[in-house]
């Protein structure tokens, strides 16, 4: 393989080499971008744990339920420990426009209940026994510059301060997640203290609970307590659905509506278009070169030579656009995973990804250049002076 004239080709059209390469790079960055999203979801449901439940009204989640639950379904027998969550909904003071999630909950049998979770920053046991302490992802706490000891002013949106302040929570503690089904970026409180702000008057919002988590004890079958809670609650006063946390997870990404199939349709389209975009970049390399094929089949190349030089010409333009793109995807994966930790904590490139990106690449760019590379080892050397490129 004559690489000196290789590059030669590539370099002869510099303009064309470069949008043909970026073209191909914004495709495979995009294709990995695509795959990152699917795998997530999938990690963040496959990541769910077996022994924790969730009851949501079946009505919709955005329905409360009464708060006398609680001591009702803790007579079931198989649930060990059972903890509130309620989605505040407010925004940090100092930033608007910016958005993590916020919950209260029981600290009593939170931390217990996720052994996922540990804390990095301070004290578990400072924020359970303070009133209006936080516990906050470090991913959040990172982002702000947040502390342990800090006051952190938050807007309330569904439950607002009757005097029109900001809700104050200090963080007590800062914490991790090893698993892609808990992000590292909400912040948790005492459902306690949102709850008696809203009796004694110094707030407003919903009563009740928006979703209940049951652990189980080991052993238990999830099935059967499922069964019971929800046949506990089947006439009211708010009947309830029970699933497993990998149905809750999906059912709450199914909220956005059917995101892999949408997916792979735009991964497909981008995948169509940029084929077809390398290929008349090939085949117009092929025509300009009718002429220097004739001349080089005239001093000996052999047909198979001339041919596999248009094949190598389409598969280094690609490939230097894959590792374009994935030098890309590799720069912009902190912040999309940032980004999209509030819904898609499992976010993140991974070999799969990385190769399936490599992979379409380099075969867009084989059978891309098959076409030409055929075109110009069947030409003759007669047929190929006489033309003109």
């Known amino acids: 393989m004559p690489w000196k004239l290789l590059w030669r080709n590539v370099l002869g059209h510099p303009v064309r080499s470069l949008l043909t390469v970026g073209a191909v790079a914004i495709a495979v960055f995009l294709v990995c971008v695509l795959q990152a999203v699917t795998s997530g979801l999938t990690r963040t449901l496959t990541s769910a744990a077996a022994n924790r439940l969730l009851v949501q009204s079946a009505v919709s989640l955005f329905v409360d339920l009464p708060l006398g639950y609680q001591q009702k379904m803790a007579t079931v027998p198989g ?11 407010g925004r940090y ?4 426009g910016g958005f993590f999630p916020q919950f209260g909950i ?48 938050i807007l309330g949106t569904i439950f607002s301060r009757t005097d029109g302040r900001p809700w104050e929570f200090t963080v007590r503690a800062i ?31 919903p009563e ?5 988590m049951l652990r189980l004890a080991a052993g238990t079958d999830p099935l059967t307590v499922q069964q019971t809670v929800d046949g506990m609650f089947e006439n009211g006063p708010q009947r309830v659905q029970t699933t497993t946390e990998a149905e809750f997870n999906r059912q709450f990404i199914s909220m ?3 995101v892999p199939t949408l997916l792979k ?44 030089l248009l094949v190598a010409e389409s598969l280094l333009l690609c490939g230097l656009g894959a590792v374009a793109g994935l030098g890309l995807g590799f720069a912009a994966e902190a912040p999309f ?18 190769w399936l990106g490599a992979g379409i690449a380099l075969g867009t760019g084989l059978v891309a250049g098959i076409l030409p590379g055929v075109r110009a080892a069947r030409l003759t050397t007669i047929a190929a002076l006489r033309e003109v490129g």
């Open 175 to 205: 914490y991790t997640s090893n698993s892609a089904a808990v992000d590292k970026i909400s912040l948790y409180f005492a459902y306690k203290y949102l709850q008696e702000s809203v009796e004694q008057g110094g707030a407003e919002g």
């Open 256 to 258: 956005l509506g059917d």
């Open 337 to 354: 995973a940032v980004a999209t930790a509030a819904f898609l904590p499992g976010f993140g490139f991974d070999q799969d990804t990385l």
């Open 208 to 212: 009740g609970v928006g979703v209940y």
């Open 79 to 89: 649930i060990e420990a059972i903890c509130k969550w309620q989605w505040f909904g």
């Open 265 to 308: 349709l735009i991964g497909g389209a981008v995948l169509f278009a940029i084929f077809f975009a390398v290929l008349n970049t090939m085949l117009m390399a092929g025509r300009e070169r009718t002429r220097d094929l004739g001349i080089m089949k005239a001093l000996g190349f052999t047909d198979r030579t001339a041919g596999a």
């Open 106 to 153: 029981d600290p009593e049998t939170f931390l217990a209940s996720y052994p996922e979770i540990s804390i990095v920053e301070g004290s578990y046991e400072d924020f359970a026994k303070e009133r209006t302490a936080c516990l906050v992802g470090v991913d959040t706490a990172t982002k702000y510059g947040w502390k342990v000891g800090q006051t952190v002013p």
């Open 93 to 96: 003071e100092q930033d608007k």
